[in-house]
């Protein structure tokens, strides 16, 4: 059964500062990652994936992979008050898996103005 | 306009009601989903289909029946309602990128 786990938050940051969001997940033969943002009554979107080991950068946040210790994690730079939401992560196994993800729970974000 | 749309946005109903639940995606994908977002903000796959056909079918009671009448539709179709079914449910599409894109969600309450 595949698994990703999330501490579930609430995690708050002041304005400005670096949030800092963990992900760790089972199964060893996961290919691809994704972290996905849903803010309140609303649908998740996606903002980030990566497939190997290091940094992706986009803007303000960067994904980070290691595949051996099987953990992601998500870093916000210059946190906005526009950036708390709940932050799904969630990944996609190798061969005939489709293109099924499983996700975490989820981390819910505040950034305090 | 509207990448995927879902309809209702919301459904109250009592337990033991059969009700239905539309989804509809104008991207051109080939594969479509159901999830179940609980209360928790766990959202967790029910069905996949591609071009029609079903190719993932988690655990899911066989009081939901999935129906896709062509690859830009995927219904979702509950019989006799339980409490526990209360949730938000997303249908999602993706067309072979990286990128699944959500409904806006129905929310269901089963009373």
């Known amino acids: 059964q595949k698994e990703v786990e999330q501490n579930s938050g609430p995690l708050s940051v002041p304005e400005g500062a670096i949030a800092s969001l963990n992900c760790t997940y089972s199964d060893r033969g996961s290919q691809s990652f994704f972290w996905y943002r849903q803010y309140s009554g609303k649908s998740p979107e996606l903002i980030m994936f990566?497939?190997?080991?290091g940094d992706k950068e986009d803007g303000r946040f960067t994904a980070q992979l290691n595949k051996a210790s099987q953990y992601v994690s998500l870093l916000i730079r210059d946190s906005q008050p526009s950036d708390s939401a709940t932050y799904l992560c969630?990944?996609?196994?190798?061969?005939?898996?489709?293109?099924?993800?499983?996700f975490g729970s989820g981390t819910q974000l505040t950034v305090l103005p | 306009d509207t990448a995927v749309s879902q309809t209702p946005k919301y459904l109250v109903t009592q337990m033991g009601n059969d009700k239905s639940i539309k989804c509809e995606q104008n991207l051109g994908h080939d594969t479509m989903y159901w999830y179940k977002q609980d209360s928790k903000k766990f959202l967790k796959i029910m069905f996949s289909y591609n071009n029609k056909e079903l190719i993932i079918n988690e655990t899911v009671p066989n009081r939901f029946s999935p129906k896709s009448p062509d690859k830009a539709h995927l219904n979702l179709h509950i019989n006799s309602l339980e409490l526990g079914d209360s949730a938000v449910y997303f249908c999602a599409t993706t067309g072979g990128g990286e990128t699944q894109y959500f409904g806006p969600g129905t929310r269901l309450l089963v009373l």
């Open positions: 969630a990944v996609r196994g190798g061969g005939g898996s489709a293109r099924q993800l499983t």
């Open positions: 990566i497939y190997s080991n």
